[in-house]
Structure formats: structure tokens, C-alpha cells
């Protein structure tokens, strides 16, 4: 198992930025692709973006498109999401997650973070 620990977060006004942090310890992190979800108050988990196991290929949401920018260090165990121009809709708890297999579903991965806030206020 990979624990994974992520850092980041907070308040920030509609427009700006945020880099969102992911570190991982336990096994060989470079081993597993990763994945960035969000889960806003009333509704589901939804996936945000992911990254395979070498940095090679991301995916996103829609919603973040052109917006967030995910990638990893594997030197330094760590995942990153840039966020920017962000968006009050953007407002949730964020997510890391890793697994040996990339996906858009939670259920792809079997470890996870618990979370860091991310407000933005209008």
C-alpha cells in the first residue's frame, strides 16, 4: 500500500490559483498512476484528472480543462495539481489517489489521501 498525504489547500478568491500537493511513502510510488477527485458538500465523488505511472499521459474532466494541470515528481514521491482561474463551482475537498491502473472511476484506485479543503469565494 501507498500512503499518500495531501497538502494545498484553502481559501481563495474567484480567478486565482492554488497548487495542490500530493506526497506518497510506503511502496514504490513510481510504480502507480494517480489521480486527483473532488467531492463538494450534497454530492458525489467526481474524478478531476489523472496521470499515468511515468508522467507520459494526463486526462482531465471537462470542467477543468485547459485549467488545472496535473503532474508528479516520482524522484520527490510527490503529484501536483496547478489550479488556476478557479472557480466558486470549484469549491470541494480534493483527493489524491493512487492505484496500479488508470481510470476516471474512484473504485480505479485503492489508495487515497484524506483530503484537503479548497474554497473559492466569488
Known amino acids: 500500500q501507498v500512503q499518500l498525504v495531501e497538502s494545498g489547500g484553502g481559501l481563495v478568491q474567484a480567478g486565482g490559483s492554488l497548487r495542490l500537493s500530493c506526497a506518497a511513502s510506503?511502496?514504490?510510488?513510481?510504480?502507480?498512476?494517480a489521480g486527483w477527485f473532488r467531492q463538494a458538500p450534497g454530492k458525489e465523488r467526481e474524478f478531476v484528472a489523472l496521470?499515468?505511472?511515468?508522467?507520459?499521459?494526463?486526462y482531465y474532466a471537462e470542467s477543468v480543462k485547459g485549467r488545472f494541470t496535473i503532474s508528479r515528481d516520482n524522484v520527490k514521491n510527490t503529484v501536483y495539481m496547478q489550479m488556476s482561474t478557479l472557480e466558486p463551482e470549484d469549491t470541494a475537498v480534493y483527493y489524491c489517489?493512487?492505484?496500479?491502473?488508470?481510470?476516471?472511476?474512484?473504485?480505479?484506485?485503492?489508495?487515497w489521501g484524506q483530503g484537503t479543503q479548497v474554497t473559492v469565494s466569488s
Open positions: 496521470i499515468t505511472w511515468s508522467g507520459g499521459y494526463t
Open positions: 489517489a493512487a492505484g496500479s491502473s488508470v481510470g476516471t472511476k474512484w473504485n480505479d484506485y485503492k489508495c
Open positions: 510506503g511502496r514504490t510510488f513510481s510504480n502507480y498512476a
